[in-house]
């Protein structure tokens, strides 16, 4: 590399500078006076969680594929870097050409958790870009906001020129092209581009787009300003995942990080349908990829990059068709370089003894399981679809293939939650422990440990239960209390290590996840005080949130504890996700009645995905 934004001087003064000198193993490298389009990819939290993130590097890989593109990354600076830009006026700059970020066409930018809104706002101020998209010229890049919470993008509505709705794979191209089209006239307008980008499916423009409100708070009508405008947007979602680009060469850190190994997303997408989940609604239609696309991709990535470990993605692992066949062939070519084989999302009920074991003979390492709540009841309420039998007996084959160490991940807060279901997590756990005595002693591999965790319940658009309450932080830390002292007496207690997660930031989450366009001054205001990474709980500072709140004139209760009727319009509601608002209506009634819905390979629920033409709701049809 010719050049670094940053002096040696200042490299030495902070955390970690490999998070800012790029030039990593498989890093593209480009001349960017020899492209028509510069963009730079921004992960608004540190660069150990942003290396991590699979869907940046696909659409870094998809952008680079072209040659009239060059696609740069850039992350959140670390609180001590922060200090050092704004002190010194220095700019935020890409990390492949060390340039200024405001000097590119197109900052995008991945939006993966509510609680890393304020670092958006972070990196365009570092970046010297104005935060209200309105107050940018023709000379400022196009700020485009996509990922899981671009599903309702509505509270950082402001900061953005643009949002993709849905996958990545799908229309960018076209979008591209537009731009260029653009850009090389001789009378570029970034207000034509567009307005004429909001033509294209999965594209939306907030600017474009007009929201009145009831003296209530709530929405009274969400409408276009011009009629050419479309009325919504459709989310786009990619029919054969076997015929897409996929990075076959990762980009490798100098540091570690959190997903330091080799990812192959193996499908996408679930059937299961649990209530609560948003990624199991909005990435509706499972669609899995060919035994032979992944083989090649695997192979390639491991030679690309010397990894020692490679995670087989998705959100259901287990339910992928050639789950045990694509970890025979791996491991069949995989074992003499002693390449371990990960698989997260397993479901305890389709748990194959046989994969288990096969997995284990390369490397052992703890497994993990969701029950998400710890009573029959409750589960059936969630449609976990997870019976106590199954959990247990697939705890029991676990143990039986040589694992000792057992990870449960519960909620809190759920909809008709009671006391007898927040001690059934303790009970669980117990019933749990008690498998492993039942385990030969000659079999078992060291002590049994089992680590139980429970999040705190955060209703999400798109789900059954987006029209229920939320809990108020009291209420959160008193269920918690709850399962502490129930874990505490139960008789293999020292068995059992419990946490669970902090109240007050899942307040918040919960706020963003359903707010409208009125939090942006909110988020604003806590950005002006320091409020820089609050997914960090050393760096959340609830005080400073309830005094934005307080001066914005906001309700925090209106967003969270308040439950929404059924004709009530939503901040979201002007997107088409596939699944219609009828069906996620009747799934909240039959929620509170405590009736299951079959998986989508048992029988089609009506969800409406199938519109997509594609996955699971053809499987039948081939």
């Not at 807060?413 to 009970?427: F, V």
Request: aromatic share 10%.
């Amino acid at each position: 590399m010719s050049k670094l934004a940053l002096s040696d001087e200042i490299l030495l003064s902070v955390e970690k500078p490999a998070r800012y000198i790029g030039n990593e193993v498989n890093m593209v490298k480009k001349d960017p006076d020899n492209v028509d389009i510069r963009a730079v990819f921004a992960f608004p939290d540190v660069y150990e969680i942003g290396m991590s993130h699979l869907g940046m590097q696909i659409l870094c890989h998809m952008f680079n594929v072209r040659d009239d593109v060059y696609c740069e990354r850039v992350f959140s600076p670390w609180p001590d870097l922060h200090q050092i830009l704004k002190e010194k006026d220095i700019p935020l700059f890409a990390l492949e050409s060390q340039d200024p970020v405001k000097d590119f066409d197109w900052l995008l930018m991945t939006l993966q958790y509510e609680m890393c809104y304020p670092n958006i706002l972070q990196i365009l101020d570092l970046s010297q870009i104005p935060l209200n998209s309105a107050d940018r010229t023709e000379h400022d890049p196009i700020v485009i906001g996509g990922g899981p919470c671009a599903c309702n993008p509505e509270p950082i509505a402001e900061f953005f020129d643009l949002f993709y709705i849905g996958e990545g794979e799908t229309v960018y191209d076209r979008l591209l092209d537009l731009y260029k089209k653009h850009k090389n006239s001789g009378s570029y307008r970034r207000e034509d581009f567009l307005r004429e980008a909001s033509h294209i499916e999965g594209i939306y423009v907030p600017a474009l787009y007009r929201i009145q409100y009831h003296e209530d708070h709530t929405i009274a009508s969400f409408e276009p300003k011009e009629p050419d405008v479309p009325s919504g947007v459709v989310r786009q979602v990619v029919e054969d995942l076997s015929d897409v680009v996929y990075p076959d060469k990762p980009v490798i850190p100098y540091l570690q990080i959190v997903q330091d190994r080799v990812t192959l997303e193996i499908q996408r997408g679930c059937i299961r349908g649990c209530r609560f989940c948003q990624a199991g609604m909005i990435y509706r239609p499972l669609r899995e990829r060919s035994l032979e696309y992944l083989e090649e991709k695997a192979y390639a990535m491991l030679e690309n990059t010397g990894y020692d470990e490679i995670s087989l993605s998705s959100l259901s692992s287990s339910d992928y068709t050639h789950i045990e066949e694509l970890i025979h062939d791996l491991i069949g070519r995989l074992q003499e370089d002693h390449v371990n084989i990960s698989l997260p999302s397993l479901r305890i009920d389709n748990f194959s003894l046989d994969v288990m074991q096969k997995v284990q003979d390369v490397k052992k390492s703890s497994l993990t399981f969701a029950p998400e709540a710890g009573s029959q009841r409750l589960r059936d309420v969630i449609n976990k679809g997870l019976s106590d039998w199954e959990i247990l007996s697939g705890a029991k084959q676990a143990f039986l293939g040589g694992w000792n160490k057992v990870k449960l991940y519960f909620m809190l807060g759920l909809p008709t939650e009671t006391e007898e279901d927040m001690r059934s997590i303790a009970q669980l756990a117990e019933d749990i422990a008690e498998c492993y005595d039942e385990i030969p002693k000659e079999n078992r591999m060291g002590k049994c440990q089992i680590t139980v965790s429970t999040s705190f319940f955060v209703p999400k658009p798109f789900t059954p239960f987006q029209w229920c309450p939320i809990c108020d932080k009291k209420a959160f830390l008193d269920r918690a209390h709850i399962v502490n002292e129930a874990i505490k007496s139960q008789p293999k207690h020292k068995r059992i290590r419990y946490n669970w997660h902090h109240a007050d930031i899942t307040m918040i989450e919960g706020i963003l996840a359903r707010g409208d366009r009125r939090l942006s001054e909110v988020l604003i205001r806590v950005y002006e005080k320091g409020g820089i990474f609050p997914a960090w709980t050393e760096y959340y500072d609830d005080a400073l949130w309830s005094e934005a709140f307080a001066e914005c004139g906001i309700d925090m209760d209106f967003y969270t504890t308040r439950e929404r009727t059924k004709n009530e319009i939503f901040p979201w509601d002007f997107i088409d996700s596939g699944v219609t608002k009828e069906f996620l209506w009747n799934e909240w009634e039959r929620a509170q009645r405590g009736e299951t819905t079959p998986n989508c390979r048992m029988q089609c629920s009506g969800c409406g995905a199938n519109r997509f033409k594609g996955g699971v709701c053809y499987e039948d049809s081939h």
